[in-house]
């Protein structure tokens, strides 16, 4: 999926994501997937708030990310 607009950070936010399935032994392709639609929650949640200008929100959804690995 593609958002309009665009969010700095979120090339970090996917490739810390992706390296972390990795090391939790998740294949390339699920690594891939969980750092992706990581990313993609985390500019969702970030633009719900209209007074963060800079960067992805990414800390309150880590939660959500370390589920993901551990499925």
Known sequence: ERL?????????????????????QKSLFDAARI???YTLSCIRYTKEDPDHWYGVKFEPLLPELIEKIRE
Request: hydrophobic share 40%.
């Open 4 to 24: 309009p607009g665009g969010s700095h950070g979120t090339g970090d936010v996917y490739a810390s994501a992706f390296v972390g399935a990795l090391m939790q």
């Open 35 to 37: 750092a992706a639609d």
